[in-house]
């Protein structure tokens, strides 16, 4: 004869089924890591091509020239930030629709959507604001704006997914308010917050919650 459940576990399973209602699961950790990696093999490939230091913000020659702004440069650099994009968001899709179809759950459905909105909000504006930066010059400061909207989007869409999301998004802020302090170092900070923070915590919420 079947054991009944226990209110306590009744109760966690009521628990569960909302969760699973009011919030997007599937998000894989594998995704956040193939997303740094790629994050990194860009950084690698700056640093290489553009002939960077580590420790000195040598980024003003190649950004400046006769006091304006290197298009070459320019281009280069947003060639290399948009293939990495895209390179993330594809594997992203692949991990994450994978996850679901394990899972059983919609890859677009209510909560995915929900979860996209909050997060586009704070990137569209984080995107303009970046190009107003450097349409007026202060390429300097696109680093830092980039890290801090970045994480603004993590933890306004924490709320329509997993909560350790939150804790990747505060670390993306601070970060991007440590490297406003420190002009010329952004490609390293970059790599930092989009690459070896992304390795880590993919990492770890795939130990988490899919092993």
């Not at 000195?56 to 990495?84: C, H, K, M």
């Not at 709320?159 to 990747?168: A, G, Q």
Request: with cysteine; proline share 2%; charged share 15%.
């Amino acid at each position: 004869m079947k054991e009944t459940s226990t209110p306590l576990e009744t109760l966690h399973e009521i628990r569960n089924m909302m969760e699973k209602s009011s919030r997007f699961l599937s998000l894989s950790g594998l995704s956040g890591v193939f997303a740094g990696i790629f994050a990194l093999i860009g950084a690698v490939v700056a640093f290489v091509r553009l002939n960077f230091s580590l420790w000195e913000p040598s980024y003003y020659s190649y950004a400046y020239s006769n006091g304006r702004l290197n298009r070459e440069f320019i281009q280069f650099i947003l060639t290399d930030a948009l293939l990495v994009l895209a390179g993330a968001l594809a594997a992203g899709y692949f991990f994450t629709a994978r996850k679901a179809k394990k899972q059983g759950q919609s890859m677009w459905g209510l909560t995915a959507r929900r979860l996209l909105m909050s997060m586009l909000v704070p990137l569209v504006a984080g995107g303009l604001f970046c190009l107003a930066l450097i349409y007026h010059g202060s390429f300097g400061f696109v680093a830092p704006a980039t890290l801090i909207f970045y994480g603004l989007a993590l933890l306004n869409g924490s709320k329509y997914t997993l909560h350790d999301v939150r804790y990747l998004g505060i670390t993306e802020i601070g970060l991007g308010v440590l490297s406003s302090f420190f002009i010329g170092y952004g490609l390293l900070f970059w790599a930092l917050g989009f690459g070896i923070m992304h390795i880590l915590y993919g990492t770890l919420m795939y130990y988490k919650y899919e092993r």
